[in-house]
């Protein structure tokens, strides 16, 4: 469960540390300063995608302030009507934090061309620097393609490998040990064909390192928690 924890906090990031240098690596690690705390993430998309499963048991909020409805007031205008909100609360975050979402299309939607969708994301944050409380919005008009060649060729491995960590993670945070180590292990033949695609075979290969770090943690958290069977006596 703690291991599920740490890769959740660091977005699926990790090292393994020798204890004999724990002093050494735990100084490195402070070298990543913290740039902003009460760190809030929402998510606006189009009525016609939904967020996977796993997503909805987040916090789905309204507007919370006269700044987030102004914001979502820039979204391109959406012919379908309505949106889909995520929140996500990350707290203190630094240059490296990083966030993964994932969305679905709708059933009702499948085979309806929309050309493109709007996209918004609303960062809500206390800069450390000056103690303000400040919020970043980007938004986005993504054009939609149905050829998967293309699609694969422009895919971030780096990003996507993070939200595989991170998706194990949060598995693990359930205690399911088995199905988060079944999961990053799923991925693994998928990951490198794209790194082949898009020539990211080196970015592969560090995440197919981490990858196999978590996957032998988990197996081992699945092992502690079976049950010691005793023969009668």
């Known amino acids: 469960e703690e291991i599920g924890k740490g890769s959740d906090m660091s977005g699926g990031k990790g090292i393994m540390v020798d204890p004999s240098k724990l002093g050494s690596e735990f100084d490195s690690l402070l070298y990543e300063d913290v740039v902003a705390t009460n760190v809030v993430a929402e998510v606006l998309i189009h009525k016609a995608l939904a967020f996977r499963e796993g997503e909805e048991g987040e916090t789905v909020a309204p507007a919370p302030a006269k700044a987030a409805a102004a914001a979502a007031a820039a979204i391109p205008a959406d012919p379908h009507g309505g949106v889909s909100r995520l929140r996500r609360d990350i707290g203190p975050a630094s240059e490296g934090t990083e966030v993964t979402f994932e969305f679905k299309v709708k059933k009702e939607f499948r085979g309806i061309s929309l050309g493109a969708v709007p996209f918004q994301l609303q960062v809500h944050f206390k800069r450390v620097s000056d103690g303000l409380n400040r919020i970043r919005v980007v938004t986005k008009l993504q054009a939609i393609t149905h050829d998967r060649e293309q ?71 699945w092992v502690s928690c079976m049950p010691t069977l005793h023969a009668p006596r």
């Open 151 to 221: 699609a694969e060729r422009e895919t971030h491995v780096d990003i996507l490998g993070t939200h595989v960590a991170q998706q194990s993670a949060k598995i693990a945070m359930k205690g399911d040990y088995s199905i988060a180590r079944a999961t990053a292990h799923a991925n693994k033949a998928y990951m490198k064909e794209l790194a082949t695609k898009t020539g990211a075979e080196e970015t592969y290969g560090v995440w197919k390192k981490d990858a196999v770090q978590l996957e032998d943690a988990l197996q081992d958290a």
